[in-house]
């Protein structure tokens, strides 16, 4: 049987607030270079203007069995609509002015299949070596033997994090939710 990872199942269970993102707010980007999905090497510290990093768990696979209840974990299902999101606002992201990463733990090998699969006109990034989760000491979870990246988006300007959306949930309206808080920074 195929798992259409495209489609949120009904009754996930909600993520709640467990406080774990709460000193990232004016925190700066570390100095840590991550593998990109363009072949590059990035270092998020160097990047001038205002980017989003969307960091989540793992994208599904096609032919690759999830974790065992991963649908039952708060906030674990949601990697592969959360990303089409940002795909289907990514225009509006850079009228913004606005680049966008995402960012989990998976090998740039399982982040470049779905990159091509899914059509993401942006780059994904490797914290496999979880550099950049260990100098911001962004919250995980162990599943399978597996330390994952909770799902949290960054917003950063100059280098320096302006905004934390945690818990994002639903994961399909987190582009929209990072669009209107953009526009309403905008006109204040």
Aim: hydrophobic fraction near 35%.
């Amino acid at each position: 049987m195929t798992q259409d990872f495209s489609k949120l199942p009904p009754n996930l269970p909600v993520p709640v607030d467990d406080g774990a993102s709460d000193r990232l707010l004016g925190k700066n980007l570390p100095h840590v270079i991550l593998a990109s999905t363009s072949g590059n090497q990035i270092s998020l510290a160097n990047i001038k203007g205002r980017i989003v990093l969307y960091c989540y768990p793992m994208t599904g696979q096609p032919g690759v069995k999830l974790p065992a209840d991963w649908d039952l974990i708060p906030g674990a299902r949601g990697c592969t609509p959360q990303s089409c999101s940002f795909r289907d606002h990514y225009q509006e992201l850079q009228a913004l002015n606005t680049q966008v990463y995402g960012v989990s733990t998976q090998e740039t090998s399982a982040q470049l299949e779905a990159q091509q699969r899914l059509h993401l006109p942006f780059e994904l990034l490797s914290d496999l070596d979880f550099k950049l989760t260990t100098a911001l000491e962004l919250p995980t979870f162990e599943v399978e033997n597996k330390r994952l990246i909770k799902r949290l988006t960054l917003i950063a300007q100059a280098g320096k994090i302006i905004k934390v959306f945690y818990p994002v949930f639903p994961p399909n309206q987190n582009a929209q939710d990072v669009i209107d808080w953009l526009k309403q920074k905008k006109s204040t």
